[in-house]
């Protein structure tokens, strides 16, 4: 059977989703606790890799096997064979050409930035704690410059290798809640730090350094000099894949 | 002047609030953080003290300083002496009569029960995961017998010392959000492991496995072997002291 598994994680305390031969990552645990449960070695597809500090309330997996746990149990199964910084919430059968990855139509990701003039320690790792005054619509009507297909090289992190840089957003959703203010995108897929950078760029023009019509001028730019700071990772949370 | 500060914390790795020479606790490190901010020796009274693992977001203390930091300031300044698990979100003068553990009028304290068949990895150590049905009304009907001022001593770890156990409680919420359930109390004081003995008897009673009565038995009963299971300390947050 092919089986799919929704799955959670706290990326602090890993050195990014993907697959290091002598490193804490999340992949590593994640192959190592489902083939402890399933007692056989299988390939496993993820639906995407997150940066070191990255958070996920919906990854993704998918891996073929005749295991007699039953489906119902499985999460528990493999939650027992995972340490405490990750989890798997759900499990169940697709078909046999569905992968985890390129059956995925959309990703939703959120930032969290966190207002406040002191960091609060509940929060430490899990939100970006920005003290300064922000322009909510000015940020807004930016990021409608980012909707739909464009060359998003500005927006790329420094050293991804990637065979072209057209990506496409489908939505950018700002919403408060109060001390926070959550950045909601969706998308098929995003460039390495593209969403990090573009909400760098968002609290400069939100702050006041730059119009809104930055947004604009910094992606037909294609250089990554013209926007702003990678946010913090630990603000971004992978929340969904649809398929 | 006297001052008040507002304190939270992550109690995940601390040895408790309460000073103790040899280990991590929040006092030792709040006490060092602020005698190293306003670069004095000087006694800091306590809202109140919380158990090992217990968090707080409304924590308190006051001390008496001729800092010439701005007030506004302070609670930056002081964060920047303290470890990332602890932080002040607030600061202001009072009284110079003022005593955060003596002028306190209530506390309010919420446990956070997750309720869930599976484990979530962002919520370890920050919520009591609980996979089992629950009666929600059944238990708001058996919190009804806990209210007013009773001699709470069945709801009292073992080894506490203390004169009486007599306390009053004011008011005891559940709240249903989503996949959450909080149990909110507020009260001037409580025993030691008092909340979280009654957690852990309203979700036996929650269960099925005793009838709302049961909450009224196990008071009347005054005998800690009556009551259930201590709910782990994760779950309980010092939310906030009335002043």
Known sequence: MNILIKIVYDGTNFYGFQYQPDKRTVENELTLGIQNTIKEKTKIYYAGRTDRGVHALGQYANFKSDTTID??????????????????????YVDDDFHARFSAKKKKYRYVVYRSRYRNALLCNRAYEYPFDLNIEKMRTSMNYLLGEHDYN???GRNAIVKDTIRSIDSVDIIENRNFLYFDFVGKSFLKNMIRIIVGTALEIGNGRFSELHMKEVLDKKNRKAAGPTAPSCGLYLLDVEY
Do not use: C, Q, T, W
């Open 71 to 92: 489906i119902g149990n499985l999460p528990r199964v493999i939650n027992y064979n995972l340490p405490e910084d990750v989890s798997v919430i759900g499990a169940k």
């Open 154 to 156: 500005s927006f790329m």
